[in-house]
C-alpha cells in the first residue's frame, strides 16, 4: 500500500488512521516471526501491538466523529463542541489542529463504553484482557526509555500479552470494524491475515 500523495510527490509522506493501524500489524506480523531467532525482535513487536491497539481504537472511536473528540482529553473535546455549537464562530479552536489524545488504557477503556462506541461495535472488556494490556503498555514504555545498562526481561510472559492485543484489534478492525467505509480496499483482510501470523508466531513460541 503506498503512503504518496495522490499528487506523486516523493517528499511528502500521507498516511491515516486505517493505514497506520495495518503498517502497525504488517510490521508486527514480521517482527513476531523473527522472534524465535532473534529475542531482540520481542522488542519492537511489544511497540507495534500497542501502537495497533491504539490506532484500532481510533480508528472505532473517531469514525463519523468529524474531529475526533471521543479519542481527546475531555477538555478539548468541551471546548470543540462548544465551538461546535456555537457555529463554528471564531477562530479554530487549538484542539483541533493540535489534538491531545488520551493514553492507550484510556483509549481501551472508551472502545470498551457504549457512550463512546455503540454496539456492536462495544469492545468487550474483561478484567484479563485489561490486565493484560495494561502490562503490554508498561513493557511498551520500558523499551521506549533509554537504560545505559539495557534491560532484562522474561520473554515467557510476553506471547499472552501480545496475544490479547490481538484479540482486541480482531474485535475492532476485523470482527466488528466501524470505521471500514475510511479504509482502502483490503484493508480488513490484510489486518486479518496479519493477526493470524502473530498468533501463529506467539502460540508456537509458547509451545516451544
Known amino acids: 500500500m503506498s ?16 493505514r497506520e493501524l495495518l503498517a502497525c500489524v504488517e510490521f508486527a506480523a514480521r517482527q ?28 472505532a472511536l473517531d469514525f463519523d466523529d468529524e474531529y475526533g473528540t471521543r ?12 465551538w461546535t455549537r456555537n457555529g463554528r464562530k471564531g477562530p479554530q479552536p487549538k484542539a ?10 484510556e483509549l ?9 462506541l455503540r454496539p456492536p461495535y462495544t469492545l468487550p472488556v474483561t478484567r484479563q484482557i485489561a490486565s493484560d494490556f495494561d502490562a503490554l503498555n508498561d513493557l511498551r514504555n520500558t523499551f521506549l526509555h533509554f537504560s545505559e545498562d539495557g ?26 470494524p466501524a470505521y471500514l467505509r475510511n479504509a482502502e480496499r483490503g484493508h480488513k483482510d490484510r489486518v486479518a491475515h496479519a493477526l493470524d501470523e502473530i498468533e501463529l508466531a506467539m502460540e508456537h513460541y509458547g509451545a516451544g
Open 108 to 116: 481501551l477503556d472508551r472502545v470498551g463504553d457504549r457512550k463512546f
Open 151 to 176: 534491560w532484562t526481561t522474561d520473554l515467557r510472559e510476553i506471547p499472552q500479552l501480545v496475544l490479547t492485543a490481538c484479540k482486541i484489534i480482531r474485535h475492532l478492525a476485523v470482527t466488528q
Open 71 to 82: 479519542g481527546m482529553r475531555f477538555a478539548d473535546a468541551r471546548t470543540i463542541r462548544h
Open 96 to 105: 483541533i489542529r493540535d489534538p491531545r489524545i488520551v493514553s492507550p488504557l
Open 32 to 59: 513476531a516471526d523473527e522472534a524465535a531467532d532473534d529475542p531482540g525482535a520481542f522488542r519492537w513487536l511489544v511497540i507495534s501491538m500497542v501502537l495497533g491497539v491504539q490506532n484500532a481504537c481510533l480508528c
Open 3 to 18: 503512503n504518496e500523495p495522490a499528487t506523486g510527490n516523493r517528499y511528502l509522506f500521507q498516511t491515516s488512521q486505517p
